[in-house]
């Protein structure tokens, strides 16, 4: 994911490689923190790629910084509210929390 995010923002050398990794790194545990499977967020497929390479691009792109955190938040409850991306007992907690008026 790295290197298609360089080639992306057209970065050709490893200047930075380590401050993208911590982002690569952090879109993953905020992926996780809302509960989605995390065998799909360490083997993803494309839709989660383009969650984490849309999370990491709010951070390089400064000039459309907004854009892709608000596309990045759009993408995230998009994965949060289908059932195939969530961990069964959070899914399961929710709806028990909704239930009981919580």
């Known amino acids: 994911m ?3 995010i ?3 923002q057209g970065i050709n050398h ?3 490689d380590d401050t993208i990794n911590i982002w ?3 879109a993953k545990l905020d992926l996780k923190s809302i ?3 995390g ?3 360490d083997n993803p497929n494309s839709l989660i790629q383009t969650a984490i390479i849309t999370y990491v691009l709010s ?3 400064v000039s ?3 854009l892709y955190a608000n596309s990045y938040a759009l993408q995230k409850d998009v994965l949060r509210h289908t059932s195939e991306y969530i961990v069964d007992g959070l899914l399961k907690d929710e709806s028990e929390e909704e239930n009981n008026g919580i």
């Open 14 to 16: 490893s200047d930075f």
């Open 6 to 8: 360089k080639k992306i």
């Open 35 to 37: 509960g989605i499977v």
């Open 64 to 66: 459309n910084a907004e």
């Open 59 to 61: 951070f390089i792109d």
């Open 39 to 41: 065998t799909l967020i």
């Open 24 to 26: 690569i790194e952090s």
């Open 2 to 4: 790295l290197e298609d």
